[in-house]
């Protein structure tokens, strides 16, 4: 990790073991991917009214490239038991975004399928038409196996849409077959 890990406490004390048992799953996210920029782990102890016995719930903030990952389970009632299945997760969510970054992911058959309509390679980022006349937009990190710059407009895709800060999105893009020229027009 470029920074160091942090770990705050809420409403509860942690032994060094405690905290050694964190700093050691936070070293192996490492082994899923080298790029994490940076790990905070907040253990917390919420004040429940009526309620006996304490539940611990652990939350990771990861900093990796393209993004921020939020991992937050339900409590336990045994700190070890939500430390340890945060983590899982938190390797689990890691693994995911390497293979996507590393253009690992295969999209389904079925994902729905668009065509290139615009292209800003300047910019880092386009737009799909859909099959139902909607426009989606992508950006350049979405494209699998860095194929941005082999996209060009008319191209068919495949695409997986998510929803975006200011309309539908692409969160992860496929090329398709080069786009054929018009009957009877030379290449």
Same mark, same amino acid.
């Given at each position: 990790?470029?920074?160091?890990?942090?770990?705050? =406490?809420? %409403?509860? @004390?942690?032994?060094?073991?405690?905290?050694?048992?964190?700093?050691?799953?936070?070293? =192996?996210?490492?082994?899923?991917?080298?790029?994490?920029? +940076?790990?905070? &782990?907040?253990?917390? &102890? /919420?004040?429940?009214?009526?309620?006996?016995?304490?539940?611990?719930?652990?939350?990771?903030?990861? =900093?990796?490239? %393209?993004?921020?990952?939020?991992?937050?389970?339900?409590?336990?009632?045994?700190?070890?038991?939500?430390?340890?299945?945060?983590?899982?997760?938190?390797?689990?969510?890691?693994?995911?975004?390497?293979?996507?970054?590393?253009? +690992? $992911?295969?999209?389904?058959?079925?994902?729905?399928?668009?065509? $290139?309509?615009?292209?800003? /390679?300047?910019?880092?980022?386009?737009?799909?038409?859909?099959?139902?006349?909607?426009?989606?937009?992508?950006?350049?990190?979405?494209?699998?196996?860095?194929?941005?710059?082999?996209? @060009? @407009?008319?191209?068919?895709?495949?695409?997986?849409?998510?929803?975006?800060?200011?309309?539908?999105?692409? +969160?992860?893009?496929?090329?398709?077959?080069?786009?054929? /020229?018009?009957?009877? $027009? =030379?290449?």
């Amino acid at each position: 990790m470029e920074l160091p890990l942090q770990i705050t =406490k809420h %409403g509860v @004390e942690l032994s060094p073991a405690d905290e050694e048992a964190i700093r050691e799953a936070a070293g =192996k996210l490492e082994c899923f991917w080298d790029r994490v920029i +940076s790990c905070r &782990v907040l253990v917390d &102890v /919420p004040h429940r009214r009526g309620h006996t016995g304490r539940h611990y719930n652990v939350r990771i903030d990861l =900093k990796v490239p %393209g993004g921020q990952l939020v991992i937050k389970r339900q409590p336990r009632e045994q700190l070890q038991d939500a430390v340890q299945e945060a983590f899982r997760a938190a390797a689990r969510r890691v693994q995911d975004r390497a293979r996507r970054v590393r253009g +690992s $992911v295969k999209l389904d058959r079925n994902s729905p399928r668009g065509i $290139v309509t615009r292209l800003l /390679p300047w910019e880092g980022y386009g737009f799909i038409a859909t099959e139902d006349d909607r426009e989606v937009y992508f950006e350049r990190n979405s494209v699998l196996d860095g194929g941005f710059d082999r996209l @060009e @407009e008319g191209m068919e895709v495949r695409f997986v849409e998510e929803p975006g800060e200011q309309g539908p999105q692409a +969160s992860t893009v496929a090329l398709g077959p080069r786009p054929r /020229p018009a009957r009877g $027009v =030379k290449p």
